[in-house]
Structures are given as structure tokens and as C-alpha cells.
């Protein structure tokens, strides 16, 4: 459910006309609905009322800091990845004890920005960045909270570019080596063990992967507490899918993964974090673009748009599936043909779908790909010189620019010439 939906026949983000938006911001360019958010944010917050409980938003998956602010008030944590996520977050308003910092790689830079600022919890996900993490504060006379990530060798059923649960994805700590390194933990002058982690992967359709990690967790919580570890937190991740097309059977509802997440560890009296990112922001945004050319290839029609891989790669990259709907509302009945749409980058890589059915469509009209919140603007690139699409938000009938385009003097400016080529 969400709230981008044609009224009188135009389609509309909340109370506002896209095409208007479209006139004065230029295509392409993002837009989120604030209502969506919101209530994406709340469905989490709502399922887990059963108990203590923090939702803590992916940054990765949306990271403008407007839309960080509009979680923030409803008060929400956040999970980052990177110094830069943890300072986006931050400048949102969230204070330290509401971010996680999760991430294989962190750098002792990043760990001394985190524990300067305040951090609710650092996920550990290897031996060695466990000894730089408790380096680093005791250097500093801190002592950091953490949770171990452990990788319980579950497959998430998605994917495979987004499986990250299984024994030979790169994440977290093997489940049989887990009592090992809380004990070393446990050694450390630096850190304070508070919970266990996890994460299995992304877009998950299923419940049963989450339910197969969740069990040996809470089985592991048991063994730690009888070590004598004081595990008083479960970070369960993120990763529950959204409906990318509503002709497929929808995946399950927040409820029912929070009355999962009582049922498998409900017991243990633990306060329960979780990181979703797409389910909150996936269905809270779209992609707006023109269409440049209608092209007669030769048994094919190809619909070219202004906007490319660089600015929604999802497809490529995956072979993901975007809902691509006209913003002028098709008669009800209306014929369709199928097109293949594609962007104007130079490779053929460059196509968002093949043989898609699409009402008729002239050069100018505009077009919205749908389910676009999530890894849509954050995973977008310069390639091809193509400046950064521009990020709209909603909010009833408000509408702002959250980050303008960049001009092409601002691209270009960013590149300098060494001294001995001036
Ligand atoms: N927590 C951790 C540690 C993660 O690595 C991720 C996602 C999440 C939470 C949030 O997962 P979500 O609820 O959004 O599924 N670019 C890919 C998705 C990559 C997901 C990476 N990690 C895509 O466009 O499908």
C-alpha cells in the first residue's frame, strides 16, 4: 500500500500532481511520499509492540537526510554501514544511542567517529575487528557496546547477490566459533558484549529462512548466558521483501514477521532491534522520467527514456522487476503493446525491462517506476556524465527538493587539472 495513486486521472504523489513536479523539477528525478514512510515505519514499530523493541531504518537503502528526519521523528534508530551513514544520520537528528553500526569493513577511523559521537551498538563480524575495535577505545578510555554478528548458514531464498546468511558469504562469524570469540570478547578492555546479530539477506519472500536463523539465535543466547555473557539484546537485521508487482503473491506482512519474531525468541526477554531498509522505503518512492524517443527496431519497439542505469541500476544489476506506469492514466480497457524500455547510457545493459506491456506512449510523456524508494537514488552514479537525479519530497500537499541536481558546472568543477598539464 502506498500513496501514489492517479486522481482525476493524473497520478499523484499524496495531495500533489507529478506532471507539475515534473514541469518545474525537470526529469528525471526521485520522488518519496512522506504517508508512505510513515506508515511502513509504523507497521514495524506496531509489530513488535509486544515487547521492547527499536526499528532501526537500513540508512543504506535511503539515505537523504530528509528522510532520515521524517523517521527520526517518529522515532526511529538507525542502522549505518559507514562513517558517512552514521553522519547523515546524525545530521538527521538521531542521537548516538539510537544508531547501530553494522559493516565487515569498518575502519578505526570509523569506529573513533562512532564511539566520539555515541553509538547504541557496534555489530562485530570478524576476530580481527574485534581486537581494533577494543584497541581503538580503550585508546580513547572508552568502552564499546557490541554484538557479534554470527552467520548461522541459512539460506535466504533470494537473490544470490543478496544472500548474505550463508557459510560462504563473507558476513559475520560461524555460529560454531561464536562461544570462542564472546569469550575473547569478554577478555577485552575495550568492549562490552550486549547482544548477538544477525542478518541472512535481503528481499526475502519467506518466512521460514528468518525462522531457521532466528531459532539457532535464540538457541545461542542460552549457551552465552550459561558463559556467563549478560546478552540483553538480539539485532535480527533486516531483510523482509516488499511486492515489486501485484500480480505475484504478496510477501509476508510486517505482523506476521513480528508474531514470528515473538514466537522464536519472544521468550528470552531480550530488547529486539531490527534493520529493515527496502520495506520502509521501497513502496515510499518512485522514479520519474520522459520519454526522449519511441524507436521501431526491427520486430521490437524500444521506448527510450531519459533516465538510465546510472540513475535506477536495479535491473541491470539484478534483473530486477520496476512496475513502470504512465503519468496519465490509462482508459480503463485501454490496448496495450509491448515495448522494451531502456535508457539513453551507452550499453545494452541499459534496459530496465523487455516485452512490456505498456499502454501506447508518445515522445514527451512521462512515465514513473514504481518501488523505487529503496536502492534507487543511493546506489546512482555519474556514469556517462549524466548529473545526479534530484530527490523530491512529499508531504500531503508540501512538496520540496531534498537535493537538487547538480549543475553541470558543479560535475564538472569537481575534476582539477595538475599543475604540469595547466
Ligand atoms: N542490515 C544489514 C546488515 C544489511 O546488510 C541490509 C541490507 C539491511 C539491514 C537492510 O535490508 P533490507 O531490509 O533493505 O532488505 N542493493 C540491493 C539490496 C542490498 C541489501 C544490502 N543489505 C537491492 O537493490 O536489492
Redesign the pocket.
Known amino acids: 500500500m502506498d500513496h501514489f495513486l492517479y486522481r482525476d486521472g493524473r497520478l499523484h504523489a499524496e495531495d500533489v500532481d507529478l506532471s507539475q513536479v515534473a514541469a518545474e523539477v525537470g526529469t528525471p528525478f526521485y520522488c518519496y511520499s512522506t504517508a508512505t514512510l510513515t506508515r511502513h515505519f509504523q507497521l514495524f514499530d506496531d509489530a513488535l509492540s509486544w515487547g521492547p523493541h527499536l526499528v532501526c531504518f537500513?540508512v543504506?537503502?535511503a539515505s537523504n537526510v530528509a528522510l532520515l528526519r521524517v523517521l527520526a521523528r517518529l522515532g526511529a534508530g538507525m542502522?549505518v554501514?559507514s562513517g558517512g551513514e552514521y553522519l547523515r544520520a546524525t545530521a538527521a537528528g538521531v542521537p548516538g544511542e539510537r544508531i547501530v553500526f553494522?559493516?565487515v569493513g569498518k575502519t578505526r577511523e570509523e569506529m573513533r567517529l562512532a564511539l566520539e559521537g555515541g553509538v547504541r551498538q557496534i555489530?562485530v563480524e570478524s576476530e580481527p575487528e574485534l581486537a581494533a575495535l577494543s584497541e581503538v577505545a580503550a585508546l580513547m578510555g572508552a568502552v564499546a557496546p557490541i554484538a557479534l554478528r554470527v552467520n548461522p548458514d541459512v539460506d535466504a531464498r533470494t537473490?544470490e547477490?543478496?544472500a548474505?546468511g550463508r557459510k560462504e558469504d563473507k558476513f559475520g562469524v560461524p555460529l560454531s566459533r561464536a562461544r570462542e570469540i564472546y569469550a575473547e570478547a569478554a577478555r577485552l578492555p575495550g568492549v562490552e558484549v550486549v547482544g548477538i546479530d544477525v542478518?541472512i539477506?535481503?528481499?526475502l519472500t519467506d518466512l521460514a529462512p528468518f525462522e531457521a536463523a532466528y531459532l539457532k539465535v535464540a538457541e545461542l543466547t542460552r549457551a552465552l548466558r550459561a558463559d556467563g555473557h549478560d546478552i540483553r539484546r538480539l539485532d535480527l537485521?533486516?531483510?523482509?521483501?516488499i511486492p515489486y508487482t501485484r500480480s505475484n503473491e504478496p510477501p509476508p506482512l510486517p505482523a506476521d514477521y513480528g508474531a514470528l519474531i515473538e514466537r522464536t525468541v519472544g521468550d528470552l526477554g531480550c530488547e529486539i532491534e531490527i534493520?529493515?531498509?527496502?520495506?520502509i522505503s521501497g513502496n515510499a518512492g518512485i522514479l520519474v522520467s520522459r520519454v526522449v524517443y519511441v524507436k521501431e527496431g526491427e520486430g521490437r519497439r524500444f521506448l527510450i527514456l531519459d533516465a538510465g542505469m546510472n540513475d535506477l541500476i536495479?535491473p541491470a544489476?539484478?534483473g530486477?522487476h520496476h512496475d513502470i506506469v504512465p503519468l496519465a492514466e490509462p482508459a480503463p480497457g485501454a490496448e496495450t503493446r509491448e515495448h522494451d524500455v531502456v535508457g539513453p547510457v551507452c550499453e545494452s545493459g541499459d534496459t530496465f525491462a523487455r516485452a512490456r506491456a505498456l499502454p501506447p506512449l508518445a515522445e514527451g510523456d512521462l512515465v514513473a517506476f514504481r518501488s523505487a524508494g529503496?536502492?534507487g537514488a543511493v546506489?546512482s552514479s555519474e556514469y556517462n556524465s549524466r548529473p545526479l537525479v534530484p530527490e523530491v519530497l512529499v508531504d500531503g500537499h508540501h512538496v520540496a527538493v531534498i537535493r537538487p541536481r547538480p549543475t553541470f558546472d558543479e560535475m564538472i568543477g569537481r575534476d582539477t587539472i595538475p599543475p604540469w598539464l595547466a
Open positions: 537500513a543504506k537503502s542502522d554501514v553494522s559493516g555489530n537473490h547477490k543478496i548474505t542478518h539477506g535481503s528481499q537485521g533486516g531483510g523482509l521483501g534493520e529493515p531498509g527496502r520495506l536495479r544489476m539484478y530486477a529503496a536502492y546506489m
